[in-house]
């Protein structure tokens, strides 16, 4: 469609049959009515006629964006707003439809009984196969890491969506149940249309521990226990220590971020605390107004007994209430058990809220002692389907969210480490090579220096550690017992840790409550993290807290940061290097050893299917234990509903104890030369792009929105770290973020094109066969360039002010580009990219035309929403002061559109 006859209809606002006509979806039709509600026909049409024309395509079937631009290039600045927000809604509903029917298509599986390759059962059977079950310990961080764009308020707006849709699609429904549930859906998306898409202010630290803890509230907390149980049923066994557990980074992730302090620290431990009980408390009085069971029929223990005879007298009040209240309740000794159960977690709830931990005879010293309480019921209930029923999950629910919810993890960039103990460690600020920096905490260390009052404020990080003892002292090391270090590059960093965390106390008596973790991410961190854990191990300082914690380490690994700085491919490489002979090196000296993966979402950012993931790690380096991270909009993805989270974690679960029973073998010598080679020449491309050309940092600037990501309003941090944005300083998300906007996508698999091309095919492909590794690395590759679309991004190269450099850039990223395509659907024999992740995916005939179906639903909102943001760009640095809201509105709709923000 011409720009004219767009903006003639749009003007005329005259129904057109064709434009207008009732769309096809269930939620596409009510938006629409909704659409015309609020703002008329007009616009419905208008909206119609944008979509025709993002939709059109050429001869060859590319996409014509001319005559859409020259429609965009046409509109009022208030005009472009509206339709941004009714693109970004189309694309957000039609997420919400694509969940529900990739579940049904699961259950439709499942009826028909196939065994999901993913799944517990499946990974039962190779268990059953290679050996015993080993001992799970599988830890899942959320993090308050800004890549999330949707709101919380529009969060729920998709819960209520969702859950309308499931009830429509039930067939037994009457006109009239169908007529308000239709009413309904509209409601709810009328208050969505006229609801803010992009946050008006900087969220805070504490709305960031609100939005995990809603999280743990509505789907977790259920979720977990339901897989705990789902584990013991499938694998048997009588284990009692919960496969999975949960930590948190909001509100103690001080990296980067000033908002983060001792305060948010407390008042986070507080927030956890009060949702736990809350919870605990909700589940409990459930289970006590069910269970009606009479004593004749209970197999009444004297755990039991004993229990009830101490509550009657530790609870006299409880006792009394209940003789009052509940007579009939003598000969219901389940029924009155929870009852005191109740009336104890109440008590901690009230001295939670007013910031204390209550114990003592009329609370709990701790979950275990709740755990025990509720073990005695579960063994009287004298029925094998009421034990396996709803106690056993609520001692999952204790067991795996105890009193803390989720372990509070606390972060801090070395360099700040470094500052506290030059203030605080007698001599050390004299301390000039590193040698003498590590001898000097080691021997401060084992001196223990006294915890002595400060004159003046403490350093931020120092302050930390105290928070931290006092946490541990008040809620027990569940609650937080982890400190990161970030930015790890040599040992006096983690001896900083240390010596810190013996200066307030955390090591008293030899208890060394805080497992201290470098997390390595730099090139030079990771080629040196073997040396830089040596010389821990080798330490005696060190030695001795190593010791005290069972010899049990943790080694963090920040892919996103090595990506930024080597190139995706060469960032991987090293990764997986460091792994190998940090496990090499523990295994030799009787270390166990953790791995901490710091992933996001974006292949950009180490992300991808988790299953595939973890089966591409480095034979013999998972050993039943493994700890991710969860970010954002992976957070909304995988954890929005009950059922996702529980295939989620079912799926994690799977993939490790798929990976601990066939580890795999090493892979040839051949095979890591020809990585290491091609990943050498990649970092080099990369470098030679990224770090040295003197017009790329301009390119960034002007042919990107990295310029208006900060006024997001998506994170409580800085876009950089420690200083103004510089390509250096920039962290590594909105790098990711701002060219995910121009859908090049340039961090995921710039490098690798000619690296690979360059390379022995044959090889490649037998590497592609046989090395899970390598195999996920081109999937992921695949699904990166599949994600681009040059002809879009070309367009934000015009904007650059001078186009002789930029165009010379884009030439360089255009041939890479080509190359990457050609040379990993050689590697993988796909006839498209992408293909890999489709027949994953979905191993049904009709998956492709199903994604073929989905992409050109959902293309042509998301190239209207590129070319509004091009406009919008445009005006918005030329001084339109309209055009910012807007703008970042295209920016939350992008993406929507991609699922991810980088
Ligand atoms: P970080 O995380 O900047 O907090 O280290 C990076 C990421 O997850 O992409």
């Not at 999975?244 to 000033?258: E, K, Q, T, V, Y």
């Not at 700085?565 to 991987?572: D, I, K, P, R, S």
């Not at 050993?623 to 957070?635: A, F, L, P, S």
Request: charged share 25%.
């Amino acid at each position: 469609m011409t720009a004219e006859r767009f903006a003639s209809r749009a003007r005329s606002g005259r129904p057109a049959a064709d434009l207008a006509a009732a769309p096809q979806r269930t939620t596409e039709r009510l938006l629409h009515d909704v659409l015309v509600e609020q703002r008329g026909l007009g616009f419905a049409i208008q909206l119609a006629g944008l979509r025709e024309a993002a939709a059109a395509r050429d001869g060859a079937g590319a996409p014509v964006a001319e005559a859409l631009a020259e429609a965009v290039a046409a509109l009022e600045t208030h005009e472009t707003a509206a339709l941004v927000r009714a693109c970004t809604m189309q694309l957000a509903v039609d997420d919400v439809e694509d969940e529900l029917e990739r579940l049904e298509q699961r259950r439709a599986a499942e009826r028909d009984g196939a065994l999901a390759p993913e799944s517990l059962e499946h990974a039962a059977r190779l268990v059953a196969a290679h050996g015993t079950p080993p001992q799970l310990d599988v830890r899942v961080v959320l993090t308050a890491h800004p890549t999330d764009i949707a709101r919380r308020s529009v969060l729920a707006k998709h819960r209520t969506i969702a859950s309308l849709l499931e009830r429509l699609g039930d067939p037994r429904l009457g006109a009239q149940e169908r007529r308000r549930l239709e009413e309904d859906m509209r409601e709810a998306l009328a208050i969505w249309w006229t609801t803010n898409e992009v946050r008006a202010l900087q969220p805070r630290v504490a709305d960031e521990v609100r939005r995990l803890l809603s999280f743990f509230r509505t789907v977790l907390f259920d979720a977990g226990a339901e897989l705990a149980r789902d584990v013991r049923r499938t694998l048997g066994g009588s284990a009692l220590e919960p496969p999975l557990r949960f930590g948190s980074w909001a509100g103690g992730d001080m990296d980067g971020n000033p908002n983060v302090t001792p305060a948010t620290i407390r008042a986070t431990l507080r927030a956890h605390r009060i949702l736990v009980l809350t919870l605990l408390l909700e589940r409990v009085r459930a289970l006590r107004a069910a269970y009606s069971q009479a004593d004749a029929t209970l197999l009444v223990t004297e755990g039991l007994r004993a229990s009830l005879q101490r509550d009657e007298r530790e609870l006299p009040r409880t006792a009394a209430s209940l003789a009052t209240d509940y007579p009939h309740e003598v000969r219901e000794p389940l029924r009155r058990k929870l009852a005191f159960v109740a009336a104890r977690l109440h008590v901690e709830l009230t001295a939670a809220r007013g910031g204390s931990v209550a114990g003592g005879p009329h609370g709990y010293a701790s979950a275990d002692a709740l755990c025990a309480d509720l073990q005695h019921v579960r063994e009287s209930v004298g029925s094998a389907a009421v034990a396996d029923g709803r106690i056993e999950r609520l001692l999952w629910q204790a067991r795996i969210f105890g009193f803390h919810l989720a372990t509070l993890e606390l972060r801090d960039n070395a360099t700040e480490l470094q500052a506290a103990c030059r203030a605080l460690v007698p001599g050390y600020a004299a301390a000039r090579t590193e040698a003498e920096r590590a001898a000097l905490l080691s021997a401060a260390c084992r001196d223990g220096t006294p915890h002595a009052p400060q004159d003046g404020p403490l350093p931020r990080a120092a302050a930390a550690f105290e928070v931290a003892a006092e946490a541990v002292a008040a809620y027990g090391p569940r609650a937080l017992d982890t400190f990161i270090v970030s930015g790890a590059e040599h040992p006096s960093d983690l001896l900083c840790a240390l010596w810190l965390a013996r200066w307030a106390g955390l090591c008293r008596d030899g208890a060394p409550h805080l497992e201290l973790v470098p997390l390595f991410e730099s090139h030079a961190a990771l080629a040196r993290a073997p040396e830089t854990m040596a010389a821990l191990y080798d330490d005696p300082a060190y030695a001795t807290h190593l010791r005290a914690r069972a010899r049990r380490q943790e080694v963090m690994l920040g892919y996103s940061d090595a990506a930024k700085e080597m190139g995706y491919l060469a960032g991987q490489w090293a990764l997986y290097r460091a792994q190998e002979a940090l496990a090499e090196q523990a295994a030799l000296r009787g270390v166990e050893l953790r791995l901490f993966h710091g992933r996001g979402g974006s292949v950009s950012r180490g992300g991808g299917p988790a299953y595939r993931s973890i089966l591409a790690q480095p034979p013999g380096t998972v050993g039943g234990r493994i700890k991710v991270t969860e970010q954002g909009e992976v957070i909304r993805a995988k954890f929005f509903d009950r059922r996702l989270a529980q295939e989620a974690l079912e799926q994690t679960v799977a993939a490790v104890l798929h990976a601990t029973v066939v580890p795999g073998a090493a892979p040839p010598r051949a095979w890591r030369e020809e990585l290491a080679r091609a990943a050498a020449a990649a970092q080099e491309r990369y470098a030679a792009l990224v770090w040295r050309d003197p017009d790329f940092a301009g390119v960034l600037e002007q042919c990107t929105p990295i310029d208006v990501l900060g006024r997001l309003n998506i994170g409580s941090r800085p876009v950089a770290r420690g200083g103004p944005r510089t390509l250096a300083r920039l962290r590594a998300i909105p790098w990711v973020f701002a060219w995910a906007q121009t859908r090049i996508g340039l961090p995921a698999w710039y490098g690798a094109g000619d690296a690979l091309a360059s390379g022995d095919l044959a090889l490649q492909r037998e590497m592609h066969a046989g090395w899970p590794f390598f195999a996920a690395l081109v999937a992921s590759l695949e699904a990166a360039l599949d994600a681009a679309d040059l002809a879009i991004g070309e367009r934000y190269v015009a904007l650059a002010a001078e186009q002789a450099p930029a165009q010379r850039l884009w030439d360089a990223i255009r041939a890479e580009h080509a190359r990457c395509v050609e040379r990993v659907l050689a590697i993988s024999g796909h006839a498209r990219l992408a293909e890999g992740a489709l027949l994953d995916a979905v191993a049904s005939p009709g998956a492709a035309a199903a994604a073929d179906a989905r992409e050109a639903r959902r293309r042509p909102w998301l190239d209207a929403l590129s070319l509004m943001q091009l406009e919008l760009l445009r005006r918005h640095r030329a001084g339109d002061p309209g055009a910012l809201e807007p703008l970042l509105a295209t920016i939350a709709g992008i993406a929507t559109g991609l699922r991810t923000t980088g």
